[in-house]
């Protein structure tokens, strides 16, 4: 007699306990996906609408227990989208912030089409183009800046670093440069010299001398001597040599310099 009251109480709470979770299943469900889409071109508009729809599939899915993996694996079918932010708002809601990757490099592969990289230098996916989803032309970039299967060679980061203190000061270096060149052994030494080189729409070219020492600060130096600002301030190229000029910058006993000297 005493085991079946046990058994009774028991099941009683077994049954009591389901009753619980079916009731908190039901309030800890989530009810919404609210994406925060940040979009810089119309495929990535058209894009976002048909990333919300994979991401409503969370819908009716227990809050507590999603798993924000999943969430990720779906987004990275999107390649062109990053994850900025992602936040549960219990009890049922699911809210992201997404950005729009921009394009800003390519290099040429072997099958014709162009390798595709965002401004962090991260690979997006193969376009048979070079144009840029937003407007005008990706940057191409020249040289061994990366090898097969997307390896990045020794000089991608400097390669970034250069690139990003071109984005300080023009704002949008696309509509500035056409490609960036690794350029090995380049110079008439006793000694090897590499170089990055960064044509200039406009005509110009910068040359950057052994990138690995001071990339950012040699880029800095050069890109404000071209646009005539910071340090150049009223004193930059002229319009001619803008066209016509090429500039290297390097460094001797710790200090920078331009040739030629402007």
Not at 160 to 174: A, D, F, H, S
Not at 224 to 239: M, N, P, Q, S
Request: some cysteine.
């Amino acid at each position: 007699m005493k085991k079946k009251v046990i058994f009774t109480t028991l099941v009683s709470f077994l049954l009591l306990l389901l009753v619980v979770l079916a009731g908190l299943n039901a309030i800890y469900t989530v009810t919404s996906v609210r994406a925060n889409f940040n979009t810089f071109s119309s495929e990535g508009e058209e894009e976002a609408r048909k990333l919300q729809k994979e991401l409503d599939s969370f819908v009716d899915k227990s809050s507590v227990f999603l798993d924000m993996g999943d969430v990720q694996s779906v987004i990275d079918e999107f390649p062109c989208f990053r994850l900025d932010q992602a936040q549960k708002r219990y009890p049922d809601k699911l809210e992201l912030k997404i950005t729009e990757r921009k394009e800003a490099f390519t290099y040429l592969l072997d099958n014709g089409k162009y390798a595709v990289l965002d401004e962090e230098g991260e690979y997006l996916y193969e376009k048979s183009t070079n144009d840029n989803r937003i407007s005008g032309e990706n940057i191409a970039l020249i040289g061994d800046f990366k090898f097969n299967g997307g390896e990045k060679g020794e000089y991608f980061e400097d390669l970034i670093r250069i690139y990003t203190v071109l984005r300080q000061v023009l704002t949008e270096v696309r509509a500035n440069v056409i490609s960036f060149e690794l350029e090995l052994n380049g110079a008439t030494t006793t000694t090897d010299i590499d170089f990055i080189k960064i044509q200039m729409r406009e005509g110009a070219v910068l040359k950057i001398e052994n990138p690995h020492v001071k990339a950012a600060e040699k880029a800095r130096l050069a890109i404000e001597c071209y646009a005539g600002v910071g340090a150049y301030e009223g004193k930059g190229l002229t319009d001619v040599q803008r066209v016509k000029e090429e500039i290297m910058v390097f460094e001797r006993n710790g200090e920078l310099f331009l040739s030629p000297q402007l």
